[in-house]
């Protein structure tokens, strides 16, 4: 075969064909393939009937999902909606028309077509199945089924009231709370979640091992959809829906788009077949391929009340295309993606993507076209420390000002899609790396950010990282972040950082000495013109023990206050007020 000097893969007329020096051969239809296949998959009197119904009475936010018989419809790809379009279209009991994609499960065998559907109203939702092939169309009976109330709060979005925090699609705040845990799962792992309060959860679509991780990826196969990825991927979903539990799933982890950069997986990944690495971003075809898989994802999993983000990408800037000067297709790539979902999501998920940790990896630009702006915060990736003197206090500085920065720049939920690793100030195992830790979560907290810092990863957290996130969960957990406009306030405390966050008759803050190892007897100032008397909560940060609650007022535009004595030295402390 060295004869073969190029090799390319494009889509003529609906043929994926090689080019071997002049000579076309044709080898395998793509994506769209139209009229050497209508006469193929040509069929009569196609139908569609609904074979099993999970439930007639489904709970709010819950699955209701259709097994179907397709009748007379031939196909060579079932993945493909131009070779086998199915579908339902949903009345709403507010008279809402939804459209909702069916998919092809073949997880162990089933060989089932499926509808996924999960209801966000309550009452009877009308509804009727559709399957086209070729020129034909098939539809079934119409039928339909109720939705009753549930304890669930659904999906998570921007909030309309506060734009800088997340909803529940019932108007519920959510704050997120979790690690970043890319592979290696287990049952050890989710149970370490749960034990502590976390409520968010990340993973990548990699072949990395563990739990989802060892299957694969889901595109292995041009086109084709690894079933053992994705039946692992619903059970995912249905341990973390059993424990309230968000996930952002990362569908393009860099190392797949890279094949010079960083972690190089470009040959595992199937687009390489019809183009550059270098080059995916721009590629009509792969564009093609994407959009295919994209509506996979969305008609299979997009349901669950625990898909939470869609992380597009993670780490662009660890791809060929960035780092070989493609920034405009990356850019645009970006936008059209965030458009298909936003057209295709029924649920309307966020939608994130991200560079990596260097302080230089602000992008302004992505952070425009995405509902989520994402930076990965890795100090030691020349964050220049803002206290040389004392490193502590610097990495601490570094979160709650790239948190403010978020907030100032934004009216959008920020995040720190990746932190931590060996890329801070201080090695894992090190006393100090668990202090920053603490500092780190506190502090983004009380400057706006609306998860606290993903950890990469949660198994590089110790007993007592995980035991801070509990206690910062526990903090959070009565704070309407979405309902009330809460945003920074200005304050002081004597030899300490202090950050409050505001909204008038409540908020809370945080403080920190950078003097000695005691925050006790500090004097706060806080800047409040309305006078009024407020109820001060003292909360430990690091026994998760309430100290004291106390009036105080306000007079001449400020409260004044004092930490309350301690038990044992800390060198910082949270607070609650509200007005009374």
Known sequence: MSYIKKIKLRKVTGNIILVFLGLLIIIAPGPGCTEKNKKYRQGTNIGVSVININSEQVRKYEKFELVLDLKNVRFENPYDPADVDLYALLTSPSGQTIKINGFFDNYRGANQWKIRFSPGETGEYNYKVFV????????????????????????IKPSVKNPHYFTCDDGTSYYGVGAYSPWGNNEKVFRTFVENKANFFAIWDINYGGFVNSAGIIEEKLGQYNQEKLGQIDSLLSILENDNIKLMYAIWPHDLFSETVWSAQWKLNPYSQITEAENVYGDSLAWEYQKMKYRYMIARFAHSRSWGIWELINEMDGTDGWAKGHHNEAYAWVEKCARYFSENDPYKHPLTASFSGGLKQYRDTLYRLTEIPNIHLYPAQGWIPRYPDDSL?????????????????????????????????????????????????????????AVTPVWWTASIMNDQDWEQLKHLSVFVSDIDFANLPYKPLQAGAVNADIYVMDCGDKGFGWTRSFMNNKIDNTRITLNK?????YMVTWYDTWTGNIIKSENVSSANGKIIMTVPGLTHNCQDIAFKISKI
């Open 529 to 533: 013109p309305d006078k009024g008397n």
């Open 132 to 155: 086209k092939d070729g020129s034909e169309t098939g539809e079934s009976q119409s039928s339909a089924f109720m939705a009753v109330e549930s304890e669930h709060h659904g999906w």
């Open 393 to 449: 206090r610097s990495d601490m500085y570094n979160f709650a000002w790239a948190s403010k920065r978020f907030w100032d720049n934004f009216e959008k939920p920020a995040i720190f899609g990746e932190a931590g690793a060996d890329l801070t100030y201080y090695k894992p195992g090190s006393n100090e790396y668990h202090i920053s830790y603490h500092n780190q979560i506190w502090a983004s907290l009380a400057n706006g950010l």
